[in-house]
């Protein structure tokens, strides 16, 4: 069982609470991006970087994923790839997707996207809270007590 992280647009923040989680734990945490990321030098965190293109760090997530792997995105797309494929899925702020609630999140980033492509601009998303960080890792430990054994 492994943790892929979207590393190119996850937060520092969210990257600090996995690698502080891998130490603790030993499961191994695999950070995808097309640049080089920092991380720890632990033996079960690595960095895989690929080439820059659209999707690219997507596609490669999801081809190296198995069922019951966490992946941690933003990314509605990816997420619901992740979900179609038996994987699990986690954003930065701490909500877990499930088949449920990806089918409505993706309904509501097309028509956010058609929003933005007739000129609305929607300022973003607001940074990340507090609470954002505890849930987050409140749903990591649970993903770990039910899904992996130190070994």
Known sequence: MKIWVDADACPVVIKDILFRAAERTGIKVILVANQPIRKPSLKNISMLQVPSGFDAADNEIVKRLI??????????????????????????????????????????????????ASGEHSGGPPPLSQSDRQAFANHLDKYLSNNYQAG
Do not use: Q
């Open 67 to 116: 069922k019951n792997d966490l992946v941690i995105t933003s990314d509605i797309p990816l997420a619901a790839e992740v979900i179609d494929k038996g994987g699990l899925a986690l954003n930065p702020r701490g909500e877990m997707y499930s088949e449920g609630s990806i089918k409505n999140r993706l309904e509501v980033r097309d028509f956010m996207d058609s929003m933005r």
